[in-house]
């Protein structure tokens, strides 16, 4: 009877026992959840960093090919400067080359054509000894003749001036002092009116084509006066 009683007291169908499982019975549940919650928490960072791990995947490839891409790039043009430097060098040598020949063949050149021209100018030089000795041997005394006269010097002017424009010049030696490359010593005079060495006569004239000698001028050259024989005194016997 007091059984029935209790449990008309307590409509629910619930008694201290039964209370206490429930409590337990919801803080299991909780327990469950928080669980659940962190489970499902880790599993979203695990799924965050592979998706993370799989972008840096995904994205490494493409990364790689830049660099490779990259340095062979480099490599090219390192390769580029290098062949660039090697032109470079060579159209310098061959530039050098070929000013050095430019200047050895204008110079080969111009001492050919003075050659050819200092060996006519030699061929003619006869010709004017002969105009220059008729000058100073004959002396025209009549009209006629001053007429003659005139006329083959006038033909011997003419001939002196083509030489100048040639470039050939005489050579002016006499007081001047001697020197073996232009001029050559026929003849020593001793003498006491000029310096040893001076040149003081000229025999046949020397020229000159620009500085190079067509013919040497022969010349007499002072040389020292000869000295006096000394007077010999003789003792005198009757002294």
């Known amino acids: 009877m007091i059984d029935d009683e209790n449990r008309t007291e307590n409509p629910q169908g619930t008694s201290a026992d039964g ?3 429930l409590e337990e019975l919801r803080v299991e549940d909780a327990a ?8 499902a928490s880790s599993e979203a960072s695990v799924s965050a960093g592979e998706a993370e791990e799989v972008d840096a995947n995904a994205s490494s490839p493409e990364q790689d090919g830049s660099s490779v891409l990259v340095a062979d790039l480099q490599r090219q043009v ?8 090697d032109r470079t060098g060579q159209y310098m040598r061959i530039a050098a080359d070929f000013e050095n020949y430019r200047k050895r063949t204008g110079k080969e050149k111009e001492d050919l054509e003075t050659q050819v021209r200092g060996n006519t100018v030699v061929e003619m030089l006869p010709v004017i000894d002969n105009f220059e000795r008729a000058r100073s041997q004959i002396k025209p005394q009549t009209e006629q003749e001053m007429t003659i006269h005139k006329s083959y010097q006038s033909v011997y002017k003419q001939l002196v001036d083509c030489l100048k424009r040639l470039g050939v010049a005489p050579m002016r030696v006499e007081g001047e002092e001697f020197d073996p490359n232009l001029h050559e010593a026929v003849m020593r005079e001793p003498t006491s009116d000029h310096p040893e060495g001076v040149i003081i006569e000229e025999f046949l004239r020397g020229y000159l084509l620009g500085e190079r000698v067509l013919r040497h001028a022969m010349v007499k050259v002072a040389a020292p006066p000869e000295p006096e024989p000394e007077s010999s005194s003789e003792p005198d016997d009757n002294e």
């Open 78 to 85: 390192q390769g580029l400067k290098a062949q660039l430097e």
């Open 19 to 21: 209370a206490d499982d």
């Open 32 to 39: 469950v959840e928080i669980d659940f919650e962190e489970h």
